[in-house]
C-alpha cells in the first residue's frame, strides 16, 4: 500500500516539520542500506552508531522522506522531528500497511527462560490447528514464515520488519507466535502490537548490562501485559516465580490465568515425571484432571509444558489437541539436546547462559546422570558482568568438575572474564581453566567414563563464537562428533 507523506505521519506526533514537498510514501526503513525509491527512512538511535548519520546515504540512494529525533533542515527531502524515533518506525509501518492484529491470534512470551521451548510449542499447536502456512514464529533461532524460515537476526525483530512480513506476505498468517525479549519491549519493537496470549514464564538475572537493576528487568516485561494485551486477551502467568507472583498481584485489571505447582494457580501441576526419554504431567483446570506427556525432558520443561496447556485451555483448545502438539514437539536445537554419539556417557548441549537456566539444567542432568556430572561453560563479554561468579556458583554446588572456557568474548579478553567467573568458584572444586573452547570441550570428553554426564553450556544453537567483533564458526554440536571420532566413537547418525 502506497501513500502520501502527509498521511503517512498523521499518527505522529510531530515536534517540527520541514521540506514542503508530500511525495508518495511506499516502504519504511530503518538501515540506509536497504532504503529504494520511495522509502522513509527511519534515523533510528544506535548503541554505538546515531542512524542520523546514515541520513545522507538512505537520501543517495533515493529516500523519499526523513524521521529523526532532531531537525534536518540539510536532508534535502521532507522531514519530521519526533521525540522517539523507534516508536515512531512501528506507528509508521503499522498505519502504511494497515496492520491489524484483530485480524490474527496472536501469542507474546516473555521471561528470562523457556521463551524458545514454549513459542515453539505454540507454534506447533498452531500449526496443527490452521495448518503449516497458516502459523508464523518469530523466536531466538528463526523467524518462520509458515512454509518459509530464516536465521533470526534479533529475538524480537524490529517493528517495521515484522510488519513488512505480514503485508508482502502471499499467505497471511492465522497466527503469529513471538518471543518478545525485554530489549524489545524497551526498544520498541512491538509498539502498537497487540496480543490475545501475553505469556511470563519466569524472571532471574540477565541483561543487567543493558536494565542495570532487576526491577528495571522488571518493569520492562511488565509493559506486554500493561501495553501489548488485547482488550478480550489473557495473561498466562507463572506464579511459582516470585516475579510472576507479584505482577499477577499487579495486573487486577487484567483477565488472568495462573499457573505453577501451587494448588492456589488456576493451572495446577498435579504431579510430574522426567527421564531422558521425556516428561509426564498431570494438571488440573477446573476441578478437572488432564494428563499429558512430551519427549521434552527436565522439570523445567513442566513449566513450559504448563504454559501452553495454560494458554491452549483458555482458548478453549481441546485435550486432544493439546497432547497432539506435544506429539509433535521435537527438540529445540540447543535446548537439553543430546548430542547423537556413540560413548559410555552423555553429552548435552544447553543454551543456558543464565545463573537460573544453568542451574535447571544441571539440576535436571544431576537427576538423570548415574555417574559424575561435568560443565563446560564461560559467560559472554560485553554482557552482565555480575551474573558471572553466581554463574560458578551454580556449578560448583551441582557439579563434580568443571572446565571453565570462552563462551562469546567478543571485545573483552577472555581470562579477564574466566577471572570474574573464578571469583565464585571455591577454592577445593575441581576445575580446569582452558580458554580455547575446543579445547575445553575436549578435556571434558577425556576424562568422561562411562555412567558420566557433560553438560556444554551457554551457546545452544548458535553456530559461532564472536571474538573481537568478527564471528567466527563455531558450533558444540559439531565439536563433540569430531572429537568423538578423534576419539574412536563414532556418530549415532553415520
Known amino acids: 500500500m502506497n501513500m502520501k507523506w502527509n498521511n503517512a505521519i498523521a499518527p505522529l506526533e510531530v515536534l517540527s516539520r520541514g521540506g514542503g514537498t508530500n511525495p508518495v510514501i511506499t516502504d519504511i526503513v530503518h538501515d540506509s542500506r536497504n532504503v529504494k525509491p520511495g522509502a522513509i527512512f527511519v534515523a533510528v538511535p544506535g548503541f554505538t552508531d546515531q542512524g542520523d548519520l546514515y541520513i545522507a546515504d538512505a537520501v543517495s540512494r533515493g529516500a523519499a522522506a526523513v524521521v529523526s529525533e532532531h531537525e534536518q533542515s540539510e536532508s534535502g527531502v521532507p522531514w519530521v522531528q519526533v521525540t522517539n524515533s523507534r516508536k515512531a518506525l512501528a506507528i509508521l509501518a503499522k498505519h502504511l500497511w494497515n496492520i491489524q492484529f484483530d485480524s490474527y491470534i496472536t501469542v507474546g512470551i516473555t521471561g528470562t527462560n523457556g521463551k524458545t521451548t514454549i513459542a515453539g510449542m505454540y507454534h506447533r499447536l498452531f500449526q496443527n490447528i490452521f495448518g503449516r502456512e497458516y502459523s508464523w514464529l518469530f523466536s531466538t533461532i528463526t523467524y518462520t514464515l509458515g512454509s518459509r524460515t530464516q536465521q533470526a537476526h534479533h529475538t524480537t525483530p524490529e517493528a517495521s520488519d ?74 498466562i502467568i507463572n506464579t511459582d516465580d516470585t516475579w510472576g507472583a507479584r505482577l499477577s498481584k499487579e495486573l487486577s485489571d487484567v483477565r488472568q490465568v495462573t499457573y505453577g505447582c501451587a494448588e492456589s494457580t488456576d493451572v495446577h501441576i498435579v504431579k510430574s ?26 522439570f523445567f520443561n513442566v513449566y513450559n509444558m504448563t504454559a501452553l496447556v495454560a494458554g491452549a485451555l483458555v482458548r478453549n483448545i481441546t485435550e486432544k489437541d493439546i497432547q497432539k502438539c506435544f506429539d509433535g514437539v521435537r527438540l529445540i536445537p540447543g535446548r537439553m539436546e543430546r548430542v547423537p554419539v556413540f560413548s559410555d556417557f552423555s553429552v548435552i548441549v544447553d543454551y543456558a547462559h543464565t545463573p537460573d537456566a544453568l542451574e535447571n539444567v544441571l539440576s535436571t542432568a544431576e537427576k538423570l546422570t548415574e555417574g559424575r556430572l561435568f560443565c563446560v561453560f564461560g559467560c559472554g563479554g560485553d554482557r552482565d558482568r555480575k551474573k558471572r561468579p553466581l554463574m560458578a556458583q551454580v556449578v560448583a554446588r551441582i557439579c563434580d568438575e568443571a572446565v571453565v572456557t570462552s563462551d562469546n568474548p567478543r571485545t573483552e579478553e577472555p581470562l579477564k572474564i574466566i577471572d570474574e567467573i573464578k571469583e565464585g568458584m571455591p577454592l577445593d572444586f575441581p576445575c580446569h581453566i582452558i580458554p580455547d573452547r575446543r579445547e575445553a570441550i575436549k578435556k571434558a570428553l577425556t576424562v568422561s567414563r562411562r555412567g558420566d554426564c557433560v553438560v556444554i553450556a551457554g551457546k545452544g544453537h548458535e553456530n559461532y563464537q564472536e571474538i573481537n567483533g568478527v564471528r567466527h564458526h563455531f558450533d558444540d554440536r559439531e565439536v563433540v562428533v569430531e572429537l568423538s571420532k578423534e576419539m574412536g566413537c563414532c556418530s549415532e547418525q553415520e
Request: charged fraction near 25%.
Open 162 to 235: 515484522l510488519l513488512r512480513f505480514i503485508n508482502t506476505a502471499d499467505k497471511k498468517p492465522k497466527a503469529i507466535t513471538m518471543e518478545v525479549s525485554s530489549h524489545a519491549l524497551e526498544l520498541y519493537r512491538v509498539e502498537g502490537f497487540t496480543f490475545d496470549l501475553a505469556v511470563w514464564t519466569n524472571l532471574s538475572q540477565d541483561h543487567l548490562d543493558f536494565h542495570k537493576t532487576m526491577e528495571a528487568y522488571y518493569q520492562a516485561k511488565k509493559k506486554l501485559f500493561i501495553h501489548n494485551l488485547k482488550s478480550e486477551g489473557a495473561a
Open 273 to 298: 515425571d522426567s527421564t531422558w526419554s521425556g516428561t509426564e504431567i498431570t494438571i488440573k483446570y477446573k476441578k478437572k484432571e488432564m494428563h499429558f506427556r512430551s519427549s521434552l525432558c527436565g
